[in-house]
């Protein structure tokens, strides 16, 4: 593993590389709380994890660690820098597997609805080395990705909270 700059929350909003979808689900911010804390949910949503591994003990919050997986042989270990139930939760990645990442962090957002919750992803990165010059052509790809990870999240969520009448 690699070390990354040790970024706080406010680099999701400064970072050279963002981006910044929402997607509105139609449960409660504690049910998408129940999945964003659930490891085996991850890999059904955000298709490019493999594997979520939890490596501090419950509770979660402030410093709380995971190691994540991901296609390709990447992996992130993560620091939760935000945690709060049921309205934000983001982290930074300490070490990567690789040195394309100097820097990376995401944010997760929670807003109650009428009709559920409005959630808002943001990811953004520092990218080192030759990575740097290409982020800019895979950018629109990289984001068509996020987007269709958000609609994935909403199917998931769809089906594991899914009203079954007798």
Not at 89 to 108: I, L
Not at 151 to 160: E, F, G, I, K, Q
Request: some cysteine; hydrophobic content about 45%.
């Amino acid at each position: 593993m690699r070390p990354c700059e040790r970024v706080g929350v406010e680099f999701v909003d400064n970072a050279p590389v963002r981006f910044s979808n929402s997607v509105d689900l139609a449960i409660t911010p504690e049910q998408l709380f129940e999945v964003l804390a659930d490891a085996e949910s991850w890999p059904n949503w955000a298709t490019v994890i493999t594997k979520v591994t939890w490596t501090s003990p419950e509770p979660r919050g402030v410093g709380t660690t995971r190691l994540v997986d991901m296609r390709g042989g990447l992996t992130g270990d993560e620091e939760f820098l935000v945690w709060e139930p049921n309205t934000r939760m983001a982290f930074r990645f300490n070490s990567c597997s690789t040195g394309a990442v100097a820097a990376f962090a995401e944010d997760y957002r929670v807003v109650a609805t009428s009709e559920g919750c409005r959630l808002t992803w943001t990811l953004a990165q520092r990218l080192a080395g030759p990575a740097r010059f290409t982020a800019f052509a895979a950018k629109p790809f990289m984001n068509m990705a996020f987007r269709r990870f958000l609609a994935n999240l909403r199917r998931y969520t769809d089906r594991r909270f899914a009203v079954t009448t007798s």
